[in-house]
């Protein structure tokens, strides 16, 4: 079957712009997440979703950083007025059920100019 | 609030040494981990999981629950392990899939 995918692969933006970035989960997932990786600094967590309630948001770096996911599926992650520091590869992933693992997406490359 | 360390940012070691890339963990339940790898301009990807007691392209993994520990193994390292590692404990409750910080492994030949 599908795994989980994302759109879109690259995305170069100037500095001040929004960006949207999505997510597909493997369907029937319930867990969401979205992780940030940027050269040397390994995972970093953003957001996790458990259907379409966040109970995690500890990770955003700022307010310029938001997510939302409807109908316990797609999940799009929005940086708003981007800075250089927001350029990395952010990664999503998806999950059922406890202790299950999860199931990475291939990352959107954001770069800011 | 479990956390995972992965002590190690960077490990090096020769083609047909031993690897051990260590892990720690804090977690207040009966705990399971796993070990996700990155290959060069591959997704992430589960290597392996402790319940499994499986050993994946010659890697193990222990829990030491004494320790807190959960250290992934190899007797004998080949190039095409060089890749970023990741020690991980899975979403429980409200708690979220937790990653260590990884450790970047290169296996010289």
């Known amino acids: 079957g599908a795994g989980v995918s994302q759109s879109p692969s690259n995305k170069v933006t100037e500095k001040g712009k929004d960006v949207e970035l999505r997510c597909d989960p493997i369907s029937g997932h319930t867990a969401l997440y979205w992780y940030r990786q940027s050269l040397g600094q390994g995972l970093e967590f953003l957001i996790y979703?458990?259907?379409?309630?966040?109970?995690?948001k500890s990770g955003l770096p700022s307010d310029r950083f938001s997510a939302e996911r409807t109908g316990g599926s797609v999940s799009t992650l929005t940086i708003q007025r981007t800075q250089q520091e927001d350029s990395a590869v952010y990664l999503c992933?998806?999950?059922?059920?406890?202790?299950?693992?999860?199931?990475f997406g291939p990352g959107t490359r954001l770069t800011v100019l | 609030a479990q956390r995972v360390t992965q002590p190690e940012k960077l490990l090096s070691v020769f083609k047909g040494a031993p690897v051990e890339l260590k892990c720690n963990y804090s977690y207040s339940g009966s705990p399971e981990l796993f070990w996700y790898v990155q290959y060069s301009r591959q997704r992430l990807q589960l290597l392996l999981r402790h319940i499994s007691r499986e050993s994946i392209k010659g890697f193990t993994a222990d829990l030491n629950k004494g320790e807190t520990s959960f250290h992934l193994k190899k007797p004998f390292a080949q190039e095409e392990d060089s890749a970023m590692y990741y020690c991980?404990?899975?979403?429980?409750?409200?708690?979220?899939?937790?990653f260590g910080t990884g450790t970047r492994l290169t296996i010289i030949p």
């Open positions: 992933a998806s999950s059922y059920g406890l202790a299950a693992k999860g199931y």
């Open positions: 991980a404990l899975p979403p429980f409750g409200n708690e979220k899939l937790t």
């Open positions: 979703f458990q259907g379409n309630s966040a109970p995690d």
